[in-house]
């Protein structure tokens, strides 16, 4: 039995899914641990309640739908495109409210047409706030972390820089001092003397024998997780990372992108603008923006409300593009967030690339404010 009460619209909302053509799912609240320690995110894997099984497998309990959603996709090899919606218990450590909530969400998977889907999920993610919420104002707020990605990637930083940068995407603290990090080259500490020659020397099979002895010596070998060409390669990496400063003009750059923050429909020209003053060949990604925003309104979203915010991303690591949130005016509880994630089914174990977009909704909160109206 659940120790909290189901919100009384939860049947109308399940009704309403069914309209939206979407297929009620259900998903075990004991979930393997390991898809959700890789793929969640930080702020995530801090929170879930873990436990192991008899044989010593990590468990935990349902922190959130997309990854249990995705896996039993995969599980039934059911084909595409497929709606599912879910609602039901999830079990987070927060800072607020209680740790056992209710959320409810639509999962798309396997629809090609990218900006339709998107329109369609942040569509019907609006309207039925708009429902439970009558004569509430929604403020929407939207990233993309394709538009992201292409400015890191079209700046000419190195593969393991973007990866840092990307990794950050909507950590406004994290990418400052990362950002802060990259005006001076930093030194590597902690190194060994021995290491330290041999990466001056840039001698790689040394510093591979070198690793593998003390690996043997210290007995680690044995269970290690990683190999010693790998360790060096890693160590290699860091050192050419560390010694990279960016020139004023490109730092300049990423900040002035990370700045932007207008009104959706104002956005493409905005970044187009940006595109061209920087310098920054963004063709592709902002092909996919402006289709996005055309599908809006070619399916009744009205985009002023809409607010586009360059460095706003959703602190889950699986989002691959789109992402967006829903709070109620003159609040800042989130009641709505989703996006597009497109590796995730493949990294779950997909043979095929299927993409995918989703949207959750945080039951409790929506209840909170239906009992001020």
């Given at each position: 039995m659940p120790l909290i009460d189901m919100p009384d619209f939860s049947g109308?909302?399940?009704?309403?899914?069914?309209?939206?053509?979407?297929?009620?799912?259900?998903?075990?609240?004991i979930q393997p641990a390991e898809p959700f320690l890789d793929m969640a995110g930080e702020d995530l894997r801090r929170r879930i309640f873990m436990t192991a099984s008899e044989t010593g497998e990590s468990l935990c309990l349902r922190p959130e739908f997309t990854i249990p959603v995705c896996l039993r996709h995969i599980e039934t090899a059911t084909g595409t495109p497929k709606r599912y919606a879910y609602l039901g218990e999830v079990f987070r450590q927060r800072r607020e409210g209680p740790n056992e909530f209710y959320q409810a969400g639509i999962e798309d998977l396997g629809e090609t047409d990218v900006a339709a889907a998107d329109a369609r999920a942040l569509g019907d993610a609006i309207a039925i706030l708009a429902d439970l919420l009558p004569g509430r104002t929604l403020d929407v707020t939207l990233g993309d972390q394709t538009v992201f990605?292409?400015?890191?990637?079209?700046?000419?930083?190195?593969?393991?820089?973007?990866?840092?940068?990307?990794?950050?995407?909507?950590?406004?603290?994290?990418?400052?001092?990362?950002?802060?990090r990259l005006r001076t080259p930093q030194p590597v500490t902690g190194l060994s003397p021995e290491v330290e020659a041999l990466l001056a020397d840039a001698d790689e099979e040394a510093l591979v024998r070198w690793i593998d002895g003390r690996m043997e010596e210290t007995g680690y070998s044995t269970n290690a997780s990683r190999s010693p060409a790998d360790i060096a390669r890693r160590l290699r990496d860091k050192l050419s990372l560390a010694r990279i400063a960016l020139d004023g003009r490109t730092l300049s750059i990423l900040r002035e992108f990370l700045s932007i923050d207008v009104p959706l429909s104002e956005a493409p020209a905005v970044l187009f603008r940006f595109a061209e003053t920087s310098g920054l060949r963004l063709d592709g990604a902002l092909s996919l923006f402006d289709a996005r925003v055309a599908a809006l309104g070619r399916a009744g979203v009205g985009t002023a409300p809409i607010a586009y915010r360059a460095a706003f991303g959703r602190p889950l690591d699986y989002y691959t593009g789109l992402v967006f949130e829903v709070v109620a005016h003159g609040e800042t509880a989130v009641l709505a967030g989703g996006g597009r994630f497109d590796r995730l089914m493949t990294l779950l174990g997909a043979r095929t690339r299927i993409p995918a977009v989703g949207f959750s909704l945080w039951l409790d909160r929506i209840d909170a404010l239906r009992g001020r109206a």
């Amino acid at each position: 039995m659940p120790l909290i009460d189901m919100p009384d619209f939860s049947g109308a909302l399940l009704d309403d899914f069914a309209r939206r053509g979407a297929e009620r799912v259900d998903t075990p609240v004991i979930q393997p641990a390991e898809p959700f320690l890789d793929m969640a995110g930080e702020d995530l894997r801090r929170r879930i309640f873990m436990t192991a099984s008899e044989t010593g497998e990590s468990l935990c309990l349902r922190p959130e739908f997309t990854i249990p959603v995705c896996l039993r996709h995969i599980e039934t090899a059911t084909g595409t495109p497929k709606r599912y919606a879910y609602l039901g218990e999830v079990f987070r450590q927060r800072r607020e409210g209680p740790n056992e909530f209710y959320q409810a969400g639509i999962e798309d998977l396997g629809e090609t047409d990218v900006a339709a889907a998107d329109a369609r999920a942040l569509g019907d993610a609006i309207a039925i706030l708009a429902d439970l919420l009558p004569g509430r104002t929604l403020d929407v707020t939207l990233g993309d972390q394709t538009v992201f990605e292409a400015v890191v990637a079209a700046c000419g930083l190195p593969a393991g820089w973007q990866k840092q940068l990307i990794h950050a995407f909507g950590n406004a603290a994290r990418l400052d001092a990362l950002l802060a990090r990259l005006r001076t080259p930093q030194p590597v500490t902690g190194l060994s003397p021995e290491v330290e020659a041999l990466l001056a020397d840039a001698d790689e099979e040394a510093l591979v024998r070198w690793i593998d002895g003390r690996m043997e010596e210290t007995g680690y070998s044995t269970n290690a997780s990683r190999s010693p060409a790998d360790i060096a390669r890693r160590l290699r990496d860091k050192l050419s990372l560390a010694r990279i400063a960016l020139d004023g003009r490109t730092l300049s750059i990423l900040r002035e992108f990370l700045s932007i923050d207008v009104p959706l429909s104002e956005a493409p020209a905005v970044l187009f603008r940006f595109a061209e003053t920087s310098g920054l060949r963004l063709d592709g990604a902002l092909s996919l923006f402006d289709a996005r925003v055309a599908a809006l309104g070619r399916a009744g979203v009205g985009t002023a409300p809409i607010a586009y915010r360059a460095a706003f991303g959703r602190p889950l690591d699986y989002y691959t593009g789109l992402v967006f949130e829903v709070v109620a005016h003159g609040e800042t509880a989130v009641l709505a967030g989703g996006g597009r994630f497109d590796r995730l089914m493949t990294l779950l174990g997909a043979r095929t690339r299927i993409p995918a977009v989703g949207f959750s909704l945080w039951l409790d909160r929506i209840d909170a404010l239906r009992g001020r109206a």
